[in-house]
Structure formats: structure tokens, C-alpha cells
């Protein structure tokens, strides 16, 4: 049974920070390019950041660039996105997303909802 489950979510300051965890199960996860985006209310959904399949490469939105850090760890099986001097318009519901390499079934988490607000 393949399950994303994203965690870390909640409510944060403007300025503050904070570190999102997906878990990832049901297949292979050191063969997956991990990714993260995020909705905002009435918007559409944003990609934010991308890790590959070592950790040894990473890309980031121009939004978030400096602000994020993705990472991997492949022995726990978990994506991170640690979220530094955060802004208002960085609410949103964030997800995790997999994609086999080569490309393949794209894998999806049910999100988790962060809240930056003064």
C-alpha cells in the first residue's frame, strides 16, 4: 500500500520557522525524485521544491529560495522541508509528491495545512 503522510503543520509567526516531515511507505523511496508544493486558498497549486533521489541535488522555487531546505533521508524513508523566515504568503496546504525515475505512477500525500499569520 503505497501512503504519503505529510506532518509538522500548524500555526507559525511571520519571521518564524518551521519543519515539515512526509513519510513515505509502499515502495521504494531512494528510486523516487521527491518534491513539495502547496495550494493557497483559491489559488493553484505551487511547486516549491524538488530533492533527487541521493539528496545530493536540490532545486527551489524563486518564492521560497533561500528561506527552504529540502532534504531526504532514505534510511527513514521521509522527505523534509524546513521553512525559515516565513511569510504571509507562504500559507498553505503543503504536499508531498513522488516521482519514479524513470517516469512512472506519481505518488500524492493528503497535505498538511500551514498557517503564517501576524
Known amino acids: 500500500q503505497v501512503q504519503l503522510v505529510e506532518s509538522g503543520g500548524g500555526l507559525v509567526q511571520p519571521g518564524g520557522s518551521q519543519r515539515l516531515s512526509c513519510a513515505a511507505s509502499?515502495?521504494?523511496?531512494?528510486?523516487?525524485?521527491m518534491k513539495w508544493y502547496r495550494q493557497a486558498p483559491g489559488k493553484e497549486r505551487e511547486w516549491v521544491a524538488t530533492?533527487?533521489?541521493?539528496?545530493?541535488?536540490?532545486a527551489y522555487a524563486d518564492s521560497v529560495k533561500g528561506r527552504f531546505t529540502i532534504s531526504r533521508d532514505n534510511v527513514k524513508n521521509t522527505v523534509y522541508l524546513q521553512m525559515n523566515s516565513l511569510k504571509s504568503e507562504d500559507t498553505a496546504v503543503y504536499y508531498c509528491?513522488?516521482?519514479?525515475?524513470?517516469?512512472?505512477?506519481?505518488?500524492w500525500g493528503q497535505g498538511t495545512q500551514v498557517t503564517v499569520s501576524s
Open positions: 530533492i533527487s533521489r541521493t539528496g545530493g541535488s536540490t
Open positions: 509528491n513522488a516521482i519514479p525515475v524513470p517516469r512512472g505512477d506519481d505518488y
Open positions: 509502499g515502495f521504494t523511496f531512494s528510486m523516487y525524485v
